[in-house]
């Protein structure tokens, strides 16, 4: 790249000058060290100031000013520690879209401090080729912006319930407490909360979705438009996080990379919104005669995540992904994607774009890291220092799942109780032992087999009866096992297989992956009966 006086990181992969006026959405934010573009010479300031030998130095701001450059100012301006730099030229091709603008005007910091593939000197290194110079220093503090000038990206995170158990605040990840793993549908205030970045600034009045066809050209909706103009679905479907049961597979096997997930990263809900093939057919395809250069329907958020699914499921008929704005008969709750969502049944829950404010139509999957550098799976073998993220693809249906939520003794003393146990033709003191059965693709579970003593002797579970909506069973299975108490042992199993007698792993080591992504071998809890 001789002669090149500038140099942009853009995105996950080269992209050459034409393609600067039309931004990747990949999900990485700020800076992204994957790919390089080049841009024209960095600015020259003749009257530079001079040291007392004539040494230059460099321009001094003020924060004032720094501020004055922010969102709808024509030159875009940031600080990183005590340095000011002009990176207007930069945000066209931003693969993260506006997002960027959060910081214009602002220091850097903080979200470097949340995205930390920035904080590498490569990446210091490029961005001091749009270094303009540094903050007046009777505007720092110890060295630094002072924190009253820092834009806290959190500030308008809903407020969440207390019972949910929390792995991360900012962002926010929480899995659903055991009380609502026990109920087939989840309420809204204890779903599980996923999220990668902060909840975004939303305005159901002017919230657009755009979809990009596969030639350029763009057909918007207005949230308004598709309730009108679409019928309405609603379906019942469980979402699951990748690393549900991540913890399982730490303590089972070897570390594994991610939030420790226990079993509540996966909840259930009634979501109701549109078809997202009658969008796209209304925006122009014809879904029944894809044109051969539409493989993938990419998905972009309003906080720059982005995900993408094959074509195929997307217009399937039989597929049921929505374009959501209710859930469980309600408005959406800003943690869960308000005021509209993705919602692709049967797949992995990083497919379900939240805040969803484009989708594109195109040749090749999302470009955004979290399709092509995070939810895969790899051997045994592989870890963090030898992956090559190229050579497996990204996960879309996940395999069968169960897990055990609930083992509780009961009394043949009690009143309660007793009924329960005569629903099952037992007097003496017996134990219930409740729990979740799960198979992507819309699989049903045909069995769900338990075990009292570690594996040396099985049962099969009642599947309890459910009104799950969809062309395909999308929702969780929820089942329970009554058993004499003395028939227990020190350790419970449980096992699904779904219509594909599809079966989990026995062991966790085989199937071992330095994500922990997809665990899924049988669940095992300890149980110690009460003195009597």
């Known amino acids: 790249m001789a002669g090149v006086d500038r140099l942009y990181i853009i995105g996950p992969c080269i992209r050459d000058l034409e393609n600067i006026h039309r931004p990747s959405y990949a999900g990485a934010v700020f800076i992204s060290v994957a790919a390089v573009i080049a841009i024209q010479s960095p600015v020259v300031y003749a009257d530079a ?5 004539g040494h230059p130095q ?28 002009n990176i207007t030229d930069w945000i066209p091709g931003h693969p993260g879209g506006e997002v960027i603008l959060r910081a214009v005007g602002g220091p850097v910091d903080q979200y470097w401090n949340i995205f930390t593939i920035h904080k590498k000197q490569e990446v210091y290194d490029i961005l001091d080729t749009f270094y303009l110079g540094q903050v007046d220093p009777q505007d720092l503090v110890d060295g630094k912006v002072p924190v009253e000038h820092v834009d806290d990206p959190f500030k308008n995170d809903p407020k969440r319930d207390e019972r949910l158990l929390v792995h991360s605040a900012r962002p926010f990840n929480a899995e659903t407490p055991g009380e609502a793993l026990n109920s087939f549908i989840t309420p809204d205030v204890l779903f599980y909360v996923r999220q990668h970045m902060w909840v975004p600034e939303v305005d159901e ?60 990263a996966i909840s259930n809900a009634d979501w109701s919104g549109v078809r ?52 469980n008969d309600k408005p959406l709750a800003l943690d869960h994607g ?29 470009p955004s890291q979290w399709q092509r550098r995070d939810y895969k799976c790899f051997g045994p073998n592989v870890g963090s220092s030898n992956v090559d993220w190229d050579s497996a693809p990204a996960i879309q249906e996940t395999p069968v799942q ?24 037992l007097e003496e003191d017996s134990i219930a032992v409740e729990g979740y059965s799960y198979a992507g693709g819309g699989r049903k579970i045909i069995r769900v087999d338990v075990s009292a003593d570690d594996g040396r002797n099985w049962h099969q579970a009642e599947l309890l009866a459910d009104e799950s909506k969809g062309a395909k069973k999308w929702a969780w299975t929820r089942w329970r096992w009554v058993l004499p108490r003395q028939q227990a042992g020190r350790c419970f199993i449980v096992k699904a297989v779904d219509e594909a ?6 062991e966790y080591e085989p199937n071992y992956n330095f994500r922990g992504n997809l665990t899924s071998s049988w669940h095992r809890v300890g149980y110690r009966a009460k003195a009597p």
């Open 276 to 327: 997202l093939r009658d969008v796209i057919k209304d925006a122009g395809v014809q879904i029944d005669d894809l044109p051969e250069d539409i493989k993938h329907v990419q998905f972009v958020g309003a906080e720059a995540y982005g995900a993408s699914i094959p074509v195929a499921k997307a217009v399937d008929k039989l597929g049921d992904v929505l374009l959501v704005y209710k859930m």
């Open 338 to 366: 308000y005021p509209l969502r993705l919602v692709v049944p049967g797949n992995v829950a990083a497919r379900s774009v939240k805040w969803i404010n484009r989708v594109r139509l195109s040749d090749e999957e999302s």
């Open 58 to 85: 460099p321009p001094i701001f003020r924060l004032e000013e720094v501020r004055k450059h922010g969102r709808d100012a024509e030159e875009k301006w940031i600080t990183r520690g005590d340095k000011v730099y």
């Open 501 to 506: 007698y599809n079966t989990q792993a026995g």
């Open 205 to 264: 009045a002017h919230h657009k979705l755009v979809i990009e066809l596969s030639d350029g050209e763009e057909r918007e909706y207005s949230l308004q438009e598709l309730k009108t103009k679409f019928d309405e679905v609603t379906i019942t479907a469980t979402l699951q996080c990748s690393g549900n049961r991540r913890k399982h597979m730490t303590d089972e096997s070897r570390s594994t990379n991610g939030l420790q997930w226990e079993a509540g």
């Open 49 to 53: 100031p001079t040291d007392t030998i």
């Open 402 to 425: 169960s897990a055990i939520t609930s083992l509780r003794d009961i009394s043949s003393h009690s009143s309660q109780d007793s009924k329960l146990l005569q629903v099952y033709g």
